[in-house]
């Protein structure tokens, strides 16, 4: 993934950790993945079958399972690692359950003009 410059996730109801392989993504420019939460959208599966990004797995379960709402992406909001970003200009990190201090190795990041995290 070192070659990847943009990822726009945003809304698409995404959960659990941002996986730490995020971090070898050398030359990215934007990480998009606002919006995963209270966030609704709605589309249909080529079976029919509804998706609403309120709910995890967008609400799709097996018989006699429950539908949970989506939190979504959680952990630590930023490791000290995004300092391998050295030419990322847009974080969207608003609208998600992360938690915790952000590093101070964002100051590393010459060439960000868009942070964003509500």
Known sequence: MPNLLSLELHGNGLSGELPS???DASKI?????????QYAFQCQ???G?????LYERGGVVGEGQ?????AGLSGK??????????SMKGLHLFDNSFYGN????????????EFIVC
């Not at 420019?29 to 939460?37: I, R």
């Not at 429950?66 to 989506?70: D, T, W």
């Open 21 to 23: 392989e995020m971090y």
């Open 29 to 37: 420019q934007l990480l998009n993945v606002a919006m995963q939460y």
């Open 45 to 47: 599966m080529s079976n």
């Open 49 to 53: 079958t509804l998706v609403n990004t």
């Open 66 to 70: 429950e539908r949970v709402f989506n």
């Open 77 to 86: 909001v930023l490791g000290p690692a995004v300092n391998k970003w050295t």
């Open 102 to 113: 952000m590093t101070d190795n964002l100051g590393d990041l010459k060439y960000l003009g």
